[in-house]
């Protein structure tokens, strides 16, 4: 029954993917198949109820994607219209266990093997009573002409100098553009400049002591070179960190010192003496790590410095205490 196939409907189960049911026309005669696709088995086929009607399935909004129930259409042929697209579960050569099937196997085979110049000469010969099939021929193309719509159609010499006027306008534009960036390229390739290998290599370890006080950026800004180079000559010497924070630091400490020397000295001079030798070791301490700037703090300095840090805290501490008892009192 084949050669008289009409119409061919495939239906797949939302619920459950392995179930499909198919609807096989035949002129006037319709039969509804089930199959079960199994996934690690060969396919089987069913028994059917009738579930769908050829007059519900014949009605033109029935396409691909459709849902009745909880069947959703996943392949339609019609015999008058044009060829559909097989999805992978009923294409052939990608499925093979389609063989299994033979009821279903063999009208898709029919199908593909199906050339539109046939079903196209069939059309024809057929009788022209049913109108729809008409609809479904190409259309023919609509002309487009070149033309403004804005203007008339007999000012065609008129439009033609506007389209001129366009393109010399857009040619002048795309000429500014170019040149401005152009000059943006050029003005980035003068500021990105490299600096001499022969000015890095003479640069020394004194010449970078110079500028332990000052941050990283700073210091290359100052040597005119850049951070990266700066950070390849510091490991060549040794230091793997810019020595900045430390002596920062110790410079804080050093201050903090002096300022506890200048009090102690009218109160007692033991303990300003004390202070005196304290700030000699960090300022000798100091001067080895500029020296060395690999070397590290010592634990001693790093106790002290915590210690300051603490009565600093405790300081500023006790007076925002005391601001705030002096604002509640005038109040």
């Not at 001129?164 to 050029?186: G, L, M, P, R, V």
């Not at 810019?242 to 002096?258: A, E, G, N, T, V």
Request: glycine share 2%.
């Amino acid at each position: 029954m084949a050669h008289s196939l009409t119409s061919l409907a495939v239906f797949q189960s939302v619920i459950r993917k392995e179930m499909v049911r198919s609807l096989h026309v035949y002129e006037s005669v319709e039969i509804e198949r089930e199959f079960w696709f199994k996934s690690k088995s060969c396919y089987v086929e069913k028994k059917a109820k009738p579930l769908f009607r050829s007059e519900d399935f014949r009605r033109p909004e029935i396409s691909e994607g459709s849902v009745f129930g909880t069947w959703r259409c996943i392949f339609v042929f019609r015999f008058n219209h044009s060829l559909p697209r097989f999805p992978t579960l009923l294409c052939l050569s990608r499925n093979p266990k389609l063989e299994d099937i033979p009821n279903l196997a063999n009208e898709l085979k029919f199908i593909s093997e199906l050339k539109p110049s046939k079903i196209y000469e069939e059309e024809q010969c057929s009788s022209s009573t049913e109108g729809y099939y008409n609809s479904d021929l190409p259309k023919p193309r609509k002309l487009v002409l070149k033309q403004d719509l804005n203007c008339l159609p007999d000012s065609e010499t008129e439009s033609e100098e506007s389209v001129n006027e366009k393109t010399e306008h857009s040619e002048f534009e795309n000429d500014k553009t170019e040149q401005s960036e152009s000059d943006a390229k050029t003005e980035i390739l003068k500021k990105k400049k490299r600096t001499p290998s022969r000015h890095v290599a003479e640069l020394s370890l004194e010449e970078l002591s110079k500028y332990f006080d000052l941050t990283i950026v700073e210091a290359s800004r100052n040597l005119k070179v850049g951070l990266t180079v700066l950070k390849k000559k510091c490991r060549e010497f040794g230091i793997p960190r810019w020595p900045h924070r430390k002596i920062k630091s110790l410079d804080c400490l050093i201050h903090d010192l002096q300022r506890e020397a200048e009090k102690q000295q009218e109160k007692n001079e033991a303990a300003a003496m004390a202070v005196a030798k304290k700030q000699e070791k960090l300022e000798t301490e100091k001067r080895n790590i500029v020296k060395r700037p690999f070397m590290e703090i010592g634990i001693e300095t790093k106790k002290f410095r915590q210690e300051n840090f603490k009565k600093r805290h405790r300081a500023s501490r006790a007076k925002k205490n005391q601001e705030s008892l002096v604002t509640s009192s005038s109040t």
